[in-house]
């Protein structure tokens, strides 16, 4: 069975604080790791995956294999940012498709 | 290019009665992939087809279903609404495939039908 944690579901900092979402997962076998962004009336998105290695938005993702963990970080928080976080994380083998477990999400609150 | 639609974006049943959505991917892609999403349970996996193919199934009850057409349109049904049926469904579309493995890239949200089960 596969499971991701995201241990807080609310997160309030101040505008140019550093950020960092927790993500916490459980799976047998090699994971792809996502996060997914849904601002405000928006849908959800996309906003990056471990196998990219890329910033997006300033925000990075490093997967930690030993301590099974994705955290999403960005040194400066803007009011931009707040929005409703999702971790998901997908089983890698040849039946995996599309099928994503996310995380409870974790509601980011940047304060000006 | 236009984006997932789904439809109904609303709509209200009453326990013991059916609903049908429908989604339309982005032009092009060809899986589909259905979510549900709730308060209480979050967003979990019902299912996904590639292909008019159902490749994966999540831990739901048989009163779910889905097919996707040859165009790639997809439809769910749930059968004999209940209560706890009441959420916010989400559809998914993605075109990327890879090799020999049915690898996925990035999935592409609808803005979801929300049903209320009275």
């Known amino acids: 069975a596969q499971r991701v944690t995201q241990p807080e579901k609310l997160l309030s900092v101040f505008k140019g604080a550093p950020v960092e979402l927790k993500c916490n997962y459980s799976y047998s076998g090699s994971p792809e790791l996502f996060w997914y962004v849904q601002y405000s009336r928006q849908r959800l998105q996309l906003l990056l995956r471990h196998i990219s290695r890329e910033s997006i938005k300033g925000f990075t993702a490093d997967l930690n294999k030993g301590e099974t963990s994705f955290h999403l970080k960005k040194p400066f928080a803007q009011e931009e940012d707040s929005a409703m976080y999702y971790c998901a994380l997908r089983g890698l083998n040849n039946n995996a498709g599309n099928m994503l477990t996310f995380g409870g999400g974790t509601r980011l609150m940047v304060k000006p | ?118």
């Open chain 2, 1 to 118: 290019k236009a984006g997932v639609t789904q439809t109904p974006r609303y709509l209200i049943k009453t326990r013991g009665q059916q609903v049908t959505l429908s989604c339309s991917p982005i032009s092009g892609h060809r899986s589909v992939s259905w979510y549900q999403q709730t308060p209480g349970q979050g967003l979990q996996f019902l299912f996904e087809y590639f292909s008019e193919t159902q490749r994966n199934k999540g831990n739901f009850p048989g009163r779910f279903s889905g097919r996707q057409f040859s165009n790639s349109r997809s439809e769910m049904n749930v059968s004999t609404l209940e209560l706890g049926d009441s959420a916010l469904y989400l559809c998914a579309s993605s075109g990327r495939t890879s090799g020999r493995t049915l690898n996925t890239g990035e999935l592409f949200f609808g803005e979801g039908s929300r049903l209320t089960v009275l």
